[in-house]
């Protein structure tokens, strides 16, 4: 694969069969690490999954179960546990492991996906948790659930997404380290400078950074790194610089440092500021001399973006057309999509209610980590019933935790038989 803007060229070997009857794999789908210039861009590892059944009346489970591994890297595929020491899987109180040989590895991890089939004699399940151990990395990652997978408990669901809980021992109310590069344009400077960090959690003490003639700074077109530490002070959104003689003497006439740009990095999670300054800072002894910049862009790390996976409810409202034969009998299930990720394909399901009738408005609460901003829902039916075809109008997803509510217009048909005959539609928000 050639990219036809850099002209790199990443190559993906397998050397075996995608087949279900030859070869040792006995496999349809194969996943393949990028090489690019000999280097592997992704490790083969081996994952070690421990599941967790809770110490619950009842909380064991004959379904069938499987497992997405979401990490920095991507995500494994659908995984099933199926291959275990054990011949009773999922019993109350038991651990189960299963391992996962030549796969790549994701590096830090998120997220789990883990779901059943509701398959068996009793298939209702108590997860306490899911332990994902990385053997290349030589790091377990622990996934909290301590939920039901049932349809008859808690809120019906059979599909959870478990966020790390590997990144929340990191203490931010604590003192954490910058480190400041600042680019030097034409104009260098001898003296000395100081900054200041604006951030949302506060503001940091004023930090001088010295020149000297042992360690010069600041020389035309060079840059300086420096690192210093101060109370977490949030997402930085400005920064205060100065540009001080060395000595404290009086300045005779006009001095002047030109700074391009600012990079300051949070060293904990690893967010990155820039400020594209490309401004002169007058060479002052007074403090309250000094040019002010606001952030020109963020770039939030995988571990900072992992802490923000929490637990949100999200009501999803979905109405049907208003024609004849609007309604249908199909089981319906969506798909959510936003900058954190997908949802996975959960169903629509309540009890006592005939869903999806036409002109009708029906309301549903799905729990599911923040997605972020939502970028497209997929809408899909399962072509089951008398009379499966369906009209959808709309759907209107809310975030119960920030009340942000994200319009899908549809008005098309969602049948085997009418228009253009597909069961599925892939919705856009509307702005």
Partial sequence: ???????????????DWLSRTHGPKRTMICEMAAV?????????????????????????????????????????????????????????????????????????????????????????????????KDEIMDKTFRFPCDRWLAKNDDDGQIMRELACANNDFLDLN?????????????????????????GKKGRSKEFVMENSSKKKRFLRGNVDRFDFSSKNLGDIAGICLGHTPKDGKKVKGEVFWQVEEVVVTERELGNKY???????????????????????????????????????????????????????DANVFVTIYGVNGDSGRRQLRQKFRNLFEREQTDRFLLEMLDMGEL???RMDQDNSGLSPGWLLDRVEVTNTAN?????????????????????????????
């Fill in 36 to 132: 690019v210039d000999e280097e592997m861009m992704v490790e083969p590892t081996t994952y070690i999954v421990q599941v967790k059944t809770s110490d619950t009346a009842g909380a064991g489970t004959d379904a069938n179960v499987w497992i997405v591994i979401f990490g920095e890297n991507g995500d494994t595929g659908t995984l099933a546990l199926k291959e275990c020491s054990k011949s009773n899987k999922f019993e109350r109180k038991q651990v189960d492991t299963f391992r996962f040989s030549e796969i790549l590895s994701m590096g830090e991890l998120s997220k789990v996906r883990v779901w059943h089939d509701n398959s068996g004699p009793s298939p209702g399940w108590h997860l306490d948790f899911i332990d994902v």
């Fill in 274 to 328: 820039i400020f594209i300054c490309n401004g002169l800072i007058p060479l002052s002894p007074k403090r309250d001399d000094f040019l002010t910049f606001e952030c020109t862009k963020t770039i939030e790390s995988f571990a900072s973006k992992a802490r923000s996976l929490v637990p949100v409810k999200y009501e999803i409202i979905v109405i049907t057309g208003d024609e004849k034969g609007a309604g249908t």
């Fill in 1 to 15: 694969m050639r990219n036809l803007t850099t002209e790199e060229v990443s190559v993906f070997t397998y050397e």
């Fill in 375 to 377: 970028q497209k829902v």
């Fill in 403 to 431: 009340g942000v509510t994200t319009i899908f217009l549809c008005g098309k048909w969602l049948d085997l038989e009418r228009a253009d005959k597909q069961i599925a539609r892939v919705l856009y928000p509307k702005y």
């Fill in 174 to 198: 604590e003192k954490t380290k910058y480190e400041i590069c600042i680019t030097t344009g034409e104009t260098e400077t001898k003296e000395n400078a100081w900054i200041v960090l604006e």
